[in-house]
């Protein structure tokens, strides 16, 4: 079950170190990158295209995204709320209230 804790307005700054990482893992652009362990590490998901029903076996720990890249992931199937838009990679998705998985995810144009 999708488990987006907090969907208010947030503001994140990734370190240097984690950027980094996301960079050397390989995320495309025009990709979203779910990860199971925080820091981009471990079991791995990505989605390239509007996706109405994510189903992962596991908890998101981290989640890539392509610099100048902009995803909505939202807790529920069929983008309903709630939802978030992601502007830049998550090394730890419980920072941003993510705490199990998302429902569905799509990149904003």
């Known amino acids: 079950m999708a488990a987006i804790a ?3 307005a947030f503001s994140f700054t990734a ?6 990482k996301v960079k050397k893992s390989g995320v495309l652009k025009g990709e979203i990158v779910f ?15 509007e996706t ?5 076996q596991w908890n998101i720990g981290s989640i890539g ?16 709320d709630p ?3 992601l502007t830049e990679s998550v090394p730890k998705a419980e920072d ?14």
Not at 15 to 20: Q, R
Not at 36 to 47: C, F, H, M
Not at 65 to 80: M, N, P, Q, T, Y
């Open 6 to 8: 907090s969907m208010a």
């Open 15 to 20: 370190t240097a170190e984690s950027a980094e």
């Open 35 to 49: 990860y199971k362990l925080v820091d981009y590490d471990g079991q791995s998901y990505a989605i390239n295209q």
């Open 52 to 56: 109405p029903i994510v189903s992962l």
């Open 65 to 80: 995204i392509h610099e100048g890249d902009k995803w909505e992931i939202c807790a529920r199937s069929r983008f309903r």
């Open 83 to 85: 939802c978030m838009i």
């Open 96 to 109: 941003i209230g993510i705490m199990g998985g998302i429902g569905s995810a799509r990149q904003i144009k």
